[in-house]
């Protein structure tokens, strides 16, 4: 799966978590950027990520994240 590829599902994935079609996020961009980014929306873009692309997260994974830009790379690696 290329990385265009990537992003364009976990757009589709932000977009559903969020309730908001038009939201277009950004490699740089982190929980502080999206207003409704709490907690519990934390964990349903995990689980979600999870089961759009069919792979699991370690927490220590999760835990090291700066931004969605590194989270992409972390979805790259467990698809390759």
Do not use: P, Y
Request: net charge negative; charged share 35%; aromatic share 8%.
């Amino acid at each position: 799966m290329t990385e265009d590829e990537i992003g364009e599902k976990l757009q589709k994935v932000f977009r559903e978590i969020f309730n908001d079609e038009k939201l277009v996020i950004r490699d740089t961009m982190n929980a502080d950027d999206i207003d409704e980014w709490d907690s519990l929306s934390h964990i349903s873009l995990i689980v979600s990520t999870e089961e759009v692309f069919g792979i699991r997260f370690r927490h220590s994974e999760i835990e090291k994240l700066n931004n969605i830009g590194e989270f992409k790379i972390l979805i790259s690696s467990k698809l390759k």
